[in-house]
């Protein structure tokens, strides 16, 4: 299998591009996408093959929920068993944007993509191209770290390229990201906690959490 390359305007990708991002995810593939916090591996979490090449493509252990991109706060009711009102306080002030919620999974979220918690992580992203890619499909996608499991992360499209040239069927090159990567924080317990601090600090997120 050959990676294939196109160049995109990170902040105006062409229509054609995501056209193209769209196919290769409706057939079961592959995409690699920037969004404002590094580079993404985007496909469709409803094929069960297709989750499986996802972690066999990063080495990524399948009790590791693989985390998914929706474009609103619909889509992710849509996915969720039940949001809390912690979830709407932190969608409203940081979405889109680099913030990661760990919230209970529907039951048509396949357990697969679940890690076989029940849990699902959830991101609105400030990026025109991964954004643009979810509207089109009509649903989530899958959009983990586009580096190995336990290697660095990747910043650029030609890096990404090079290292998954043969692993995955498209990358959309929008140059270089230089976003730290999406805070991660677990709403499900009586007690919030963050899992990973990225671009938004800890402080912050309780900052909104705080009663009125």
Same mark, same amino acid.
């Given at each position: 299998?050959?990676?294939?390359?196109?160049?995109?305007?990170?902040?105006?990708?062409?229509?054609?591009?995501?056209?193209?991002?769209?196919?290769?995810?409706? !057939?079961?593939?592959?995409?690699?996408?920037? %969004?404002? &916090?590094?580079?993404?591996?985007?496909?469709?979490?409803?094929?069960?093959?297709?989750?499986?090449?996802?972690?066999?493509?990063?080495?990524?252990?399948?009790?590791? &929920?693989?985390?998914?991109?929706?474009?609103?706060?619909?889509?992710?009711?849509?996915?969720?068993?039940?949001?809390?009102? !912690?979830?709407?306080?932190?969608?409203?002030?940081?979405?889109?944007?680099?913030?990661?919620?760990?919230?209970?999974?529907?039951?048509?979220?396949?357990?697969?993509?679940?890690?076989? %918690?029940?849990?699902?992580?959830?991101?609105?992203?400030?990026?025109?191209?991964?954004?643009?890619?979810?509207?089109?499909?009509?649903?989530?996608?899958?959009?983990?770290?586009?580096?190995?499991?336990?290697?660095? %992360?990747?910043?650029?499209?030609?890096?990404?390229?090079?290292?998954?040239?043969?692993?995955?069927?498209?990358?959309?090159?929008?140059?270089?990201?230089?976003?730290?990567?999406?805070? %991660?924080?677990?709403?499900?317990?009586?007690?919030?906690?963050?899992?990973?601090?990225? &671009?938004?600090?800890?402080?912050?997120?309780?900052?909104?959490?705080?009663?009125?």
């Amino acid at each position: 299998m050959a990676t294939d390359l196109i160049e995109i305007d990170i902040q105006n990708p062409s229509p054609e591009a995501i056209d193209r991002a769209v196919v290769e995810v409706t !057939r079961g593939r592959i995409v690699g996408v920037p %969004t404002d &916090a590094l580079y993404s591996l985007v496909a469709d979490p409803f094929n069960l093959n297709t989750v499986g090449h996802v972690f066999a493509v990063k080495g990524r252990e399948t009790v590791r &929920a693989l985390p998914l991109a929706v474009c609103d706060t619909m889509m992710a009711e849509d996915l969720a068993k039940e949001l809390s009102s !912690r979830f709407y306080m932190l969608a409203r002030h940081f979405w889109p944007g680099p913030l990661t919620m760990i919230v209970p999974a529907a039951a048509k979220v396949p357990l697969k993509v679940t890690g076989n %918690t029940g849990r699902l992580a959830i991101r609105h992203a400030n990026s025109p191209a991964l954004n643009a890619i979810v509207e089109k499909l009509g649903h989530a996608v899958i959009a983990t770290s586009a580096n190995l499991s336990g290697q660095p %992360t990747i910043s650029s499209g030609i890096e990404l390229f090079a290292i998954m040239d043969g692993r995955i069927d498209l990358v959309l090159d929008g140059g270089v990201c230089t976003g730290p990567g999406p805070t %991660t924080v677990d709403i499900t317990d009586p007690y919030w906690r963050v899992i990973k601090e990225g &671009a938004i600090p800890e402080k912050e997120i309780a900052e909104r959490l705080q009663p009125a």
